[in-house]
């Protein structure tokens, strides 16, 4: 079951490593699902994720290592189990994300596991415009990702929330 919950919304700078996003903001959903009751919780990220046009999903967890998307941004739902993230690069904030969490990161911004339980199990997913890739911090990288960061569409809709969710209101103010 999905809670009506408004988001937290994290700003990150570029740090010269990592460039996070220059205008938009992390959103955070804290419980945002009851998956108590759900035999198969990650099922229920994938069906809302695609039911609001963000799509290629999978699950596994979160790299161990600090990493971001330059082309396209991404969504985060811990199914199962824990984890503790650093968002935004060295300089940004350790969030402990759980079971019903959820982490909307625009393109450009940091991400890092820095511990996990066993049981962890993210879904993650994508909206349908950008091409996804992998940066992990050279100065290549990060001069190449300055530039197409803010070319990186905003979707039009929220990945829990749909037209009328938060994604839309917070990207576009």
């Known amino acids: 079951m999905t809670n009506t919950v408004e988001p937290r919304a994290l700003r990150f700078s570029d740090d010269g490593m990592i460039p996070n996003n220059p205008k938009l903001p992390m959103l955070v959903y804290a419980q945002a ?7 198969d919780p990650a099922a229920v990220f994938e069906q809302t994720f695609k039911r609001n046009r963000w799509g290629n999903s999978w699950r596994n967890g979160i790299f161990p290592y600090v990493h971001y998307h330059s082309a396209i941004h991404e969504v985060l739902g811990i199914a199962q189990g824990h984890a503790r993230v650093r968002f935004g ?16 990161l625009p393109a450009g911004t940091g991400h890092h596991r820095l511990s996990a339980s066993p049981d962890l199990l993210v879904v993650g997913a994508y ?42 209101r917070l990207w576009r103010a």
């Open 33 to 39: 699902f009851d998956l108590d009751s759900e035999p």
């Open 89 to 104: 690069g060295n300089q940004g904030v350790e969030l402990n994300l759980k079971a019903g969490d959820v982490a909307v």
């Open 127 to 168: 909206p349908p415009d950008g091409e996804y890739d992998l940066c992990r911090g050279s100065a290549e990288e990060l001069r190449a990702a300055r530039i197409s960061i803010p070319r990186v569409p905003i979707p039009d809709y929220d990945p829990l929330g749909g037209k009328g969710g938060a994604l839309p």
